[in-house]
């Protein structure tokens, strides 16, 4: 997980075209989507960090975004709903 704050962007956009990072998060919200995701454009830089993969950041707590990522999301959703029945 890379915080936005401490990368330049020139540095971000390197790594973003050579697939080393993924997908971006919000920090506070503990919520991670596509790079493109609109939602995700609109956040703070200081609660943006950033992903090399899902794996990384559903390891690091976060969730899928429900507008960039819906089946993800609701895959997730499902398994929360199915957690809370037990």
């Not at 960090?49 to 969730?63: I, L, N, P, T």
């Not at 993800?72 to 709903?81: D, M, N």
Request: net charge positive.
């Amino acid at each position: 997980m890379i915080p936005h704050e401490e990368i330049a962007e020139r540095d971000l956009r390197k790594l973003i075209r050579s697939g080393s990072i993924a997908l971006a998060g919000n920090r506070q919200l503990k919520i991670y989507g596509l790079l493109s995701c609109r939602s995700g454009k609109r956040m703070k830089q200081s609660n943006r960090v950033f992903f090399s993969s899902y794996a990384e950041a559903v390891r690091m707590g976060y969730r899928p975004c429900g507008h960039c990522m819906r089946m993800e999301y609701a895959k997730w959703k499902g398994t929360r709903s199915s957690e809370n029945q037990h």
